[in-house]
């Protein structure tokens, strides 16, 4: 790893300037392709985790409709060099056209990963009650990679995190996933987990928390999957209030900033992925979304005005939330970046 950053000295608490570090270290961080289109389809979900960047809950309406899923459908068919489709949310199975996207983008041979919270085969949708119980079977059939937050390996630390009874409906449905071959080498079904720390701390070294999940996954409980991403907590939205009202978000900043890595900075995600909204609206990344910095270009991007070559070129909104995917071994929607 690479030596840590100085930190930088600041006059309020949201005066961490990112881009100044980026400039000392003597990078560039222009983007360099988008081959991953990763769409927020829907807030709506059956969960209202505690360190949720999206705020999504049972509560939550915003759902992508068919016009604007037709659209980025139209761009992958257009934009050979867009390998990848990322869903996620909220959860984004509860999304009414989810199924319908999925199954087109595979048509055109497009890689589709879905960020799935593994609960949401049993709690179904929260508003019609819709049963999702389909969704292993569903994801085998398509090829479909799936990723899925699994906080801990053990039920406390993951229901302390996400709710009571998550634990238990996580290891369910992990099991129903492998009854379909998700998990296993020979079968090409990527079933992929994600470790964020259960709070103001840095995730551990990504290959030895990996070894540690898939050896006690399956002495405990039988179950095996691919590879653990470990994804840092960014401090925005319920997190940063989080740390607010215990008096720790300077701490935190200042815990990210010492431990920026110039070579986690360089793979950082938004270099090579786009990341569109339920309305259609393009940002960074969906860290950006969340925080409403569309990208930067002259007039406002969605995917109705969608230009590969502009988007390529233009220039990455950075902000003190940037800190945390390159802190460390870096942080990504695909996890260490370093």
């Not at 659209?71 to 390998?83: D, K, S, V, W, Y």
């Not at 879905?114 to 049993?122: A, D, E, G, I, M």
């Not at 006690?216 to 907590?233: A, Q």
């Not at 720790?248 to 070579?263: D, Q, T």
Request: hydrophobic content about 35%.
């Amino acid at each position: 790893m690479a030596e840590s950053s100085p930190l930088i000295q600041i006059e309020t608490q949201d005066e961490y300037d990112f881009e100044a570090v980026v400039e000392q270290h003597g990078l560039n961080l222009a983007p360099l392709r988008i081959d991953t289109l990763q769409i927020n389809i829907t807030k709506l979900c059956n969960q209202a985790c505690l360190h949720c960047h999206v705020d999504s809950s049972p509560k939550r309406t915003e759902q992508m409709d068919m016009e604007t899923v037709e659209r980025c459908i139209e761009i992958l068919a257009q934009h050979e060099q867009i390998t990848t489709l990322d869903l996620t949310g909220g959860a984004p199975e509860l999304n009414p056209y989810f199924d319908y996207l999925v199954v087109e983008a595979r048509k055109l041979g497009k890689h589709v990963i879905v960020r799935h919270n593994l609960t949401v085969t049993f709690d179904g949708n929260p508003v019609t009650g819709e049963s999702k119980a389909y969704l292993p079977e569903f994801y085998a059939q398509h090829g479909v990679e799936v990723v899925s937050s699994l906080p801990y390996y053990q039920e406390y630390f993951t229901d302390k995190q996400r709710g009571r009874g998550v634990f238990n409906k996580s290891i369910e449905s992990i099991r129903l996933l492998n009854e379909q071959g998700y998990g296993k080498d020979e079968t090409g079904l990527v079933l992929n987990l994600v470790y964020n720390p259960v709070g103001a701390f840095l995730p551990g070294d990504q290959a030895a928390l990996e070894a540690d999940f898939k050896k006690e996954l399956w002495e405990k409980f039988g179950l095996v999957f691919n590879n653990l991403f470990t994804i840092t907590n960014l401090p925005i939205h319920r997190f940063k209030e989080q740390l607010k009202r215990r008096g720790g978000y300077e701490e935190y900043m200042e815990k990210l900033i010492s431990a920026f890595n110039p070579c986690a900075a360089e793979g950082i995600m938004c270099r090579s992925l786009i990341s569109v909204s339920h309305d259609g609206r393009i940002f960074d990344c969906d860290f950006n979304q969340m925080l409403e910095m569309p990208v930067e270009t002259p007039e406002p991007a969605t995917v109705f005005n969608f230009d590969y070559d502009r988007i390529a070129g233009r220039k990455i909104k950075f902000a003190p939330h940037c800190f945390g995917c390159t802190a460390g071994a870096g942080s990504s929607c695909g996890g260490a970046t370093a």
